[in-house]
């Protein structure tokens, strides 16, 4: 039989579409998404050893406005540009539609997401279904004050004019769909050190072309 | 130069972005920026490199196609510079995916900025590395990452930790390597290392036993102490949430104890204490604590806990489920659904508070209550439950209600002890949401209430009652009209009155009023209304004097636009008319159904005995109705004269008249020469009530001829049980069917099932070609809508050929009114050697949305 985490087993299969009612000699083959789904599929559904599923990680991060604009998206797992447009619009529909007093939790295609709102803003992350939803709240919290500090009270258009520094500190924070760092002093210790090695840089880049600049006068 | 801080570039597209007002403005700047940008790549522009590719992500975000700077990012890493790394890899983590090859040309730059001096840089690269890399570049870079972890710098050893979960997760065997470091990590005192190294750890321990055995045994101890020593910790402010010490530590030890402690009495045991320790004394009056709590009521669950402390456990859920956050009230009914496995007794003395949620205002709370509710539900308590669920039922919202009457019919199906609870549950359900009642539920209803002789005219009193207040639930109508036509005499003449009954006096034209009210209500669908004309023929012979009434209203359905009824009426009107003197034998009562063929076909048991009987439920149950319409039923006219031949020359039928009418009507009785297969006969007298029959009846084919036409209508149905419906219908010696008795027998398999889909599979083989079999594919709609653009597709392992024919049709209707079928031709070139097996996806459009099913069939028959 098959395997079907192994890469090997791809090419064992070949799939048929049935041809439309209308054309009966039409058949085309289509190989690959029928495929990748399974495997996504098989891997999600994968159960632990002990046939006990084990929390694990944070799939994205977005970040919505009221108004259904994404302010920033960070992909952890594999989606394709399709899928993640998709996956935007969907979520968009169902968490802005949810009322105030609700759970911050939505179950959605077999995950759940758990979202907060900040004024216009809101932050929500795609998680597994057996993370810690209350973990990631706080997640999201650490987030948002990090963020304050950074910019000083921080308000949506902060994050649209700098949506480089957001993906900056948010890299601090989150890797690989993990927490890297607990403490927001550290965090804003290390983006500002980074700053101040792109300040330095900067610096000598415009000496040095004012120098060529002047130089070809 | 830099963009950012002199910036005004970037500051001015995003404003005149910001400031159009129409999609098609912000069209038209978004395509001009990325002409400019365009035309600066191709000049290889090297000042505005940064500043380009910042706006291309700005841009991407709006959701514009960027692909065209996917190289610039890779020109930027290849850069000397921090600033120009630092844009350039987020960049590379934004504009790509793993999956794109551009990425392979980035692993030599990634090796470089691992290896480089400056730690910022070598951050950058770990970040990149760990949010998009895949499994090629994980076995390139692995070394370098595991060096990393070695190193002296707390940051970089963190993203390094966490850069080696991606890796592990890509590729799994080079788990080993990362043991040793992965187990020195916890010894750190950075907290961001002892996060990243505990994460790295819990990852380890899911891919490779041989790790989970190796941490087991030396870091235990490690975790407790880490555990004890930030719970114990005094006040630090640069970790301090609400007064607790890093939580985030506290929830990811307690989550690789939970990994450690699992099935392992020892280390179980080795943690008691602390476990216990941060259960009581973890402050619950924040969202941290109660984070906290959770993860560690969960932990507790997990591993080998003493029962003190797991009663401990149970009662921090009960306080969870009685605050008045609805998120601790969602997490606490999500644990106690795990709970419920490890302790279910613990978990019912919380029924009540379970039984509120279920009527909670929040979807998400409602959903996971009902869920965990229906796994409660014992013999013991399903009488007050159900009461609760059903009287909630009434005020529930409408997109609610379908979840909520699925659950407690199959509640009330499942732990009924008595029938006259079961009868009366499923009455108020059905004139409280009968709407929502699925077709097999009621069907199984009237099973029943046909076996309880004496509950009969019980059933139809209070269904007669409900009727008059629930008019517009139509299970319920459907269930009342049969109901009242099989036992009208018990309503009208007080039969068998229970003492909980309140009197009542039903006159014979009330009843027949019902029946026609339920008859010509305009909301009613053609199976009630065809039901509604069968119940008043019936009544027409109990009910002497209102038959001229009764043969006034069905005339009027003479002509009626849908054919089946039309049909019927006319039918049914020569019955009236002409055939008084069998009209009485005609009619008679049902015989009673076989309650335990029927739950046996409803289970779907593949027992080979039902196997043609399952093959041909979903085109008898329902989808009949539309074979008499929509393909070529025999015009009514002929079978008039059918009728006639048969009641004035009795004597060409010597084997039973009535029988062979009863069946034409599809009213029929048992069949007596049928008794060959015996257990699914009766079953399908039920199915033939609702709908024309085909039950089988193979009486004397000298008289059928008289009908050819029909031989088209019997073609569409599945071969195995039309051969005798061809017999009777258009005089083909049974040999003219396909010469099936040399077929091999192998049962039908429910190939696929979900909420919305249901797949059956029949097979045929010729002897003489063992490897090919013919796969008859039947499609059924289980879901309230119709699905449309229905594709089915299937693969096979590589040693089967298959061969698939075009679907009868690519719509679906609902409730299982109709299938669809399907001809597939294996060929097991490796026959008697390797098993048949197949995936199925199924692509369809449901309430206008696109759907995609897929499944894996391994339960073929042996042999195949």
Redesign the interface.
Known sequence: ??KISSSSSR???????????AT?SL?CV?DIV?EK??EQ?RRRKSV???G?Y??TMINFVLLISRQGK???????S????KER?KVIRELSGVILSRGP???????WRGYKVVYRRYASLYFCMCIDPDD????I???IH?FVEILDRYFGSVCELDL?????KA??IL?EIL??G?????????VAR?IA??DS???T??EQ??SI?NIIAQATK | ??P??SGTRL?DM?RAI?ACKTAAEERAVVRKECAAIRAAISENDQ?YRHRNL?KL??IH???Y?THFGQMECLKLIASA???EK??GY?GL??LL???QEVLMLVTNSLKQDLNHSNQ?IV?LA??AL??ICSAEMARDLAPEVERLLHGRDP?IK??AA??S??II?KVPDLAENFMGPAASLLKEKH??VL??GV?LC?DLC?AN?DALEYLRKNCTEGLVRILKDVSNSPYAP??D?AGIT????H??VL?LMR?LG??DADSSEYMNDILAQVATKTESNK??G??IL??CV?TIM?IEATSGLRVLAINILGRFLSNRD??????AL?MLMKAITVDAQAVQRHRTTILECVKD?????R?RALELVFLLVNDGNVKPLAKELIDYLEVSDQEFKGDLTAKICSIVEKFSQEKLWYIDQMFKVLSLAGNYVKDDVWHALIVVISNAPDLQGYSVRSLYRALQTSYEQESLVRVAVWCIGEYGEMLVNNVGVLEVEEPMTVTESDAVDAVEVALKRHSSDMTTRAMSLIALLKLSSRFTPTSERIKEIVTQHKGSVALELQQRSIEFNSIIQRHQNIKSSLVERMPVLDEAAYLGKRAGSSQPTLSAEKSSKPTTSAASLKLPNGVAKPPAAPLVDLLDLSSDDAPVLPSAPNDFLNDLLGIGLPNSSSSGAAPSTTTDLLMDLLSIGTSPAQNGPSDSNVVPSSAKAAESKPAPVTAPVMDLLDGLPSNASPPRDENLVYPTITAFESSTLKIAFSFEKQPEKPQVTLISATFTNLSSSTLTNF????????FVQ?H???????TLPANGNGTIT?SLRVTNTQHGQ?PL?M?V?MAYKFNDEDK?E?GQISNFPPGL
């Not at chain 1, 649209?160 to 480089?164: D, K």
């Not at chain 2, 609805?326 to 997490?331: A, E, F, K, L, M």
């Not at chain 2, 698939?804 to 690519?810: E, F, G, N, Q, T």
């Open positions: 039989m098959w090419s064992q299969f070949r799939i048929r579409r049935s041809p439309p009612t009966w058949r289509e029928f789904n399974c599929e632990g050893r002990f006990f084990f929390p994404v302010r920033l998206t960070k992909w952890y594999t989606y394709s540009q447009t007093k609700l759970c911050n939790f939505v179950e810690n939803e209350l973990e709240l706080e997640i650490h649209i004019f700098n949506f480089h993906y900056y890299d890797l690989a993990e927490l890297q760092e607990s403490s927001k002093k550290t290390l050190a980074q090695l792109v300040e840089a900067k880049a415009s072309s | 130069m830099n950012f801080s500051r995003i910001r000042d910042a992500m700005f975000m709006l959701g196609p510079g921090f600033p630092r844009i987020l983590m934004l995916d793993e999956r910022y951050g770990l970040c760990g949010n940051n963190k993203k966490l850069c979960i991606r997760r907290h961001g996060i990243a994460q819990t899911k036993t640069e970790y949430i890093d939580p985030f530590l929830i990811r989550r990994m699992q099935e969202n941290v109660n984070a959770y993860e969960e997990g609805n998120n601790i009230r969602y997490v999500n205002s929040d979807a998400s709370i959903k594709i089915f597709q299937a693969a096979v392992p590589k298959l698939l024919d075009p679907a009868s049709s690519s399907q390797k097996a995936r996806r995609l897929q």
